[in-house]
C-alpha cells in the first residue's frame, strides 16, 4: 500500500497536479503507522507550499509515528507544538499517548493523562480503553 501510494503521490506532483489536503494528511497517516516519520516530514513540508496546515488529525498521526519508535519525547513535542497552534488534541491523540506510558511502563503517568483529558472535556473511547494496558487497571 504504501509502495501505491508514494506512486501516486509522486506521479500527481510530476504532472503539476496540486494534491489536495486529504491527499497529504493520507500519505503522512500511512508512513507515519509504518514509523517512517522522517519521510512523513517531508510530506509535511509540502503542505505549507501549497499553503494548507496540519490540522488536529496530521499531528495526531505524527504522535502515533513517534509512539510507534518509541519515541515518547518526540510525540510530546508534537502535542505542545499543537496546543501552540491552537490545535486542541482528541480522544486519539490521547489514546496513543496513554498507550506508549503504559509500554513504557510509566503507568502513573498514563492515568494522570487519562484525569487531564477529562478534565478538558475529552472523553474516552472504546479505543482508549483497549488500545492500552491501562484496560486492565
Known sequence: MLGLARNV????????????FLT???MVNILCKKGKVQEAELILSKIFEYDMYP???????FILGHCRNRNLEKA???VYSMLKDGIVPNSITFSHLINE???QGRIDEALDMLDEMTKNGIEPTVYTYTTSPISSL
Open 101 to 103: 506510558l503504559c509500554y
Open 76 to 78: 510530546f513535542d508534537v
Open 24 to 26: 497529504f494528511n493520507t
Open 9 to 20: 503521490y509522486n506521479r500527481m506532483l510530476n504532472n503539476g497536479v496540486k494534491p489536495s
Open 55 to 61: 490540522d488536529v488529525f496530521t499531528h495526531t498521526f
